[in-house]
T-cell receptor
Framework: GNSVTQMEGPVTLSEEAFLTINCTYTATGYPSLFWYVQYPGEGLQLLLKATKADDKGSNKGFEATYRKETTSFHLEKGSVQVSDSAVYFCALKSSGGSNYKLTFGKGTLLTVNP | DADVTQTPRNRITKTGKRIMLECSQTKGHDRMYWYRQDPGLGLRLIYYSFDVKDINKGEISDGYSVSRQAQAKFSLSLESAIPNQTALYFC????????????FGPGTRLTVT
């Protein structure tokens, strides 16, 4: 079955540091890949997506590239801010069958200190 | 106003009690979902509904039931709550054509003592 593995947190950085959160996946076919973000006290919201190999998703200074050869979708940001403190979830949607189901990783807590 | 609302936001209940969590949406989406979030386990799908007459079990439906009263309303019930149902519960919605983009409510924190 489908699965998503992301680096365990928590991750603590200083403001303006470089961020990488690793995500690898197992799926058949050609899944679509996503990063969701959960700010404190809120529900999840879609941060970025990539629907085919070599696509780069980007939003709010965050980027992730769909690497089929390494089955990875690592999240990066060049200079984090305190407001980026949140839990980040990697997720995938399989390419075949019902298109409703998202498989989520366990989440990575990021704390950015001033 | 929020597009996806959940009530209550917090609830403490005792083992064996029946409890209902409610979700309403104003996005006009066909699809609605219930997830639970546990520390270190991520999100797990409990039930999902493609429309009012189409309700399906997710990964962890045992001990839960749902009702889709209208396109905009989707309720989750715990018939006889037990302590391991203590978790953060999220409702989400999506459009049929972009089902991967799910819009989440703020969550209900449920504690079963």
């Amino acid at each position: 079955g489908n699965s998503v593995t992301q680096m365990e947190g928590p991750v603590t950085l200083s403001e303006e540091a470089f961020l990488t959160i690793n995500c690898t996946y197992t799926a058949t076919g050609y899944p679509s890949l996503f990063w969701y973000v959960q700010y404190p006290g809120e529900g999840l919201q879609l941060l970025l997506k990539a629907t085919k190999a070599d696509d780069k998703g980007s939003n709010k200074g965050f980027e992730a590239t769909y690497r089929k050869e390494t089955t990875s979708f690592h999240l990066e940001k060049g200079s984090v801010q305190v407001s980026d403190s949140a839990v980040y979830f990697c997720a995938l949607k399989s390419s075949g069958g019902s298109n409703y189901k998202l498989t989520f990783g366990k989440g990575t807590l990021l704390t950015v200190n001033p | 106003d929020a597009d996806v609302t959940q009530t209550p936001r917090n609830r403490i209940t005792k083992t064996g009690k029946r409890i209902m969590l409610e979700c309403s949406q104003t996005k006009g989406h066909d699809r609605m979902y219930w997830y639970r979030q546990d520390p270190g386990l991520g999100l797990r799908l409990i039930y999902y509904s493609f429309d009012v007459k189409d309700i399906n079990k997710g990964e962890i439906s045992d001990g839960y039931s749902v009702s889709r009263q209208a396109q905009a309303k989707f309720s989750l019930s715990l018939e006889s709550a037990i302590p391991n149902q203590t978790a953060l519960y999220f409702c989400a919605t999506s459009d049929r054509d972009t089902a991967y983009e799910q819009y989440f409510g703020p969550g209900t924190r449920l504690t079963v003592t």
